[in-house]
């Protein structure tokens, strides 16, 4: 899987040679699934949608589960996102993998929020075996170098026990710009830098993260999951090389 975050596509922040070269590293690694965790736009306009969905166009992916982040829920950028990409909340079920993708934006505010109605339907959609992944644009919980930032989710320690609950193995963030992990249970949290924009923050690069996910032997319950952060020179940091 490959999941990649914050493109924030417009005149002032896109990095078209930074966003061709991680278009060829991610075509190169053939995923299963991509995974595109929000700020697709800088202010959710029409023009920045259109070029947003060249970028997208280009993943060579079938799979391409696609929520929103805040930048694109301004100015009512949310009906365009509609209009480009249909659900701003989904799941699917990809082999042994369901991913359950929440749109976790509100219009014109900073802040992150799932929300009470949604969390039936989470439940539901991870109901089944397999690994499971959750994605979303917000935080789930506060990562460092993010100063007094509102980043985290609204019902965050509610949406915590639901996906502890249900046996999540992996959610994906973005938001922030800082690449992170953090592992709480059996849940690993991975938070990803902007792939392609100038937005970097303190001594960050873009980068996006590849998951390679190994099928748990019979009988075992549990996964042999690697994620590396992969750099627009091709380069790759591993960041998690676990059993989960
Ligand atoms: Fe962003
Ligand atoms: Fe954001």
């Known amino acids: 899987m490959v999941q990649l975050s914050d493109i924030h596509f417009s005149e002032a922040y896109y990095m078209p040679e930074i966003a061709d070269s991680m278009l060829e590293n991610i075509n190169r690694s ?25 970028f997208i166009d280009r993943i060579e992916c079938k799979n391409k589960v696609i929520v929103p982040g805040n930048h694109d829920s301004r100015n009512a950028g949310y009906l365009f996102f509609e209009d480009i990409f249909k659900a701003r909340s989904t799941f699917g079920h990809f082999g042994e993998v369901t991913v359950v993708g929440l749109d976790s934006s509100q219009p014109d505010l900073e802040e992150g929020h799932i929300g009470r109605e949604n969390y039936g339907w989470i439940e539901k959609a991870f109901s089944g075996s397999g690994f499971k992944v959750f994605a979303l644009h917000h935080h789930l919980i506060p990562i460092p170098r993010t100063g007094r930032g509102n980043n985290v989710l609204v019902d965050a320690g509610d949406v915590l026990e639901l996906l502890d609950r249900s046996g999540v193995n992996l959610v994906l963030c973005g938001h922030w710009h800082i690449p992170w992990v953090w592992r709480l249970n059996d849940m690993l949290v991975v938070s990803a830098g902007t792939v392609c924009s100038s937005k970097i923050r303190g001594k960050t690069s873009q980068c996006y993260n590849l998951i390679e996910l190994d099928a748990p032997e019979l009988e075992s319950k549990r996964w042999h999951l690697k994620v590396y952060r992969v750099f627009s020179n091709g380069e790759k940091e591993r960041v998690v090389d676990s059993i989960i």
């Open 30 to 54: 053939a995923p299963d699934i991509v995974i595109i965790t929000g700020d697709l736009t800088e202010n959710g306009l029409a023009s920045e949608y259109n070029g947003a969905k060249n």
